[in-house]
């Protein structure tokens, strides 16, 4: 899955918006929607603070040629806020 599938899809599952995303990790609405789309990659650094704000962690998965971006559920907790 590219990063904005993935994302979209724990979105959707842990019912978070992109609104709260944004307000939750300080990235721009705009920004949030590029990566969404796939319009955008994040740095490592942008996507360990949402995966941690949705208390998920990256795993990284090479399938065929293509490398692809997986987010893996670190406990039943609820998203954690910002620090």
Known sequence: MTIGTELKAVMGKE???????????????TYISKL???????????????????????CFERISQRKEVKLNKVSQNKPRKRR
């Open 15 to 29: 019912g978070i918006t992109g609104y709260r995303l944004s307000q939750e990790t300080g990235l721009s609405e």
């Open 36 to 58: 969404l789309h796939n319009k955008m990659n994040p740095t490592y650094r942008t996507l360990k603070c949402i995966a941690d704000f949705l208390g998920y962690r990256i």
